[in-house]
């Protein structure tokens, strides 16, 4: 068999997202009720996903470990309305049908719905300037949300895969507190989940610098899959993952801020380097951004433990202890601690 015929083959038989919903949710298919409401919180990912194996059900090639925002995320209340049309309000303002957001929310409920429109109202905490992605915690109160609606009563595994259909960092928003993402093995994603890392330091600290609220020249799903098929550092990635992450479990063992911080802030700053190597490259860094990074290493020269990790735009988080707080706050003008111990509530 020839590749072309191999590839054809493979999307042939390519697995669709509908396929998992109907695994998922067999026997539990059910008339929805009145409304179902839920948080969940943005997280930031310490060791990030930054390509996929499938695009259509987010299977990333690595797995990823990320630490929830607390209070700061999406509170989602999902109803069934009577016409055929989904609308969708986002913090009181209703938004247009031909909205990306909202193509993308619909095309995702057709999973669900059978022949029905949802009213739909999300309204989220997440400091828009701040950068931080909002489709993690969206999707995650989204799924949350319809688990109410239907009575489905999935367990947490279950619900990140559902979420991860939506946005794969989504799968990690399902869970409070330190959360790793198994990258999985199988076609069908289904070893392909989140889990809860049995973790508590609340000492850790960590702080958002909103350098630019402009939006970003290329969205990180367009900019990861041009990472993964031109980029020449990539081949690298997996492997810097996989030591990564074995650094940063431990690390989160022995609360070690200075080795947790050394593989985040390197885990972040090779994505980076992975995503200027493609073509087109790309490069979300701004005068800023680099002018906050030659900061966070002059005061660590200075005696500082403060590092840094970054996500698809020009924004900067801080990792620091809570005892180098005073510290670090008057180094950085504008930090936004976040209360990553609060939880939110739906
Ligand atoms: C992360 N990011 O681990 C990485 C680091 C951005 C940089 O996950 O295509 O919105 O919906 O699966 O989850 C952003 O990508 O992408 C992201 P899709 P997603 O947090």
Redesign the pocket.
């Known amino acids: 068999m020839n590749v072309s015929r191999v590839a054809w083959r493979r999307k042939e038989c390519a697995l669709k997202k509908s396929d998992v919903v109907e695994e998922l949710l067999d026997g539990r298919r059910r008339a929805p009720g009145a409304s179902g409401t839920a948080f969940a919180p943005a997280n930031i990912?310490l060791c990030?996903?930054?390509g996929k194996r499938d695009d259509e059900l987010?299977l990333p090639m690595t797995s990823?470990l990320?630490l929830s925002l607390g209070a700061l995320g999406a509170t989602t209340e999902i109803a069934p309305c009577d016409g055929p049309a989904d609308r969708v309000w986002l913090n009181g303002e209703a938004l247009s049908g031909e909205s990306p957001f909202v193509r993308r929310l619909t095309a995702y409920l057709d999973l669900y719905r059978s022949g029905h429109g949802y009213d739909v109202h999300t309204v989220s905490t997440v400091p828009v300037a701040a950068g931080l992605?909002s489709?993690?915690s969206g999707f995650a109160a989204l799924v949350l949300a319809l688990n109410e609606l239907y009575g489905w009563e999935l367990d947490r595994k279950a619900l990140s895969i559902l979420a991860r259909l939506g946005?794969?960092?989504?799968s990690r928003s399902v869970f409070d507190g330190f959360v790793e993402w198994h990258a999985g093995a199988r076609d069908d994603g289904m070893d392909s989940y989140a889990e809860r890392l049995d973790v508590s330091w609340p000492e850790l600290r960590l702080g958002l610098l909103a350098l630019s609220s402009a939006e970003k020249p290329v969205g990180?799903?367009d900019a990861m899959k041009n990472t993964r098929d031109t980029g020449a550092l990539y081949a690298a990635w997996p492997e810097k993952v996989a030591g990564d992450l074995v650094e940063i479990r431990g690390a989160l063992r022995d609360k070690d801020v200075e080795r947790l911080g050394r593989a985040a802030e390197s885990n972040a700053l090779t994505?980076h380097a992975t995503m200027l190597s493609g073509w087109p490259p790309i490069l979300y860094w701004l005068p800023e951004s680099v002018q906050t990074l030659q900061a966070v290493w002059a005061a660590r020269k200075e005696g500082v433990p403060v590092y840094c990790t970054m996500?698809?735009g020009p924004n900067v988080k801080l990792l620091f202890l809570d005892e180098d707080r005073s510290r670090v706050t008057e180094r950085f003008e504008g930090l936004q601690l976040v209360e990553t111990n609060r939880k939110g509530s739906a």
């Open positions: 990912a990030k996903y930054w987010n990823s990320s992605a489709s993690a946005s794969g960092s989504a990180s799903r994505m996500d698809a």
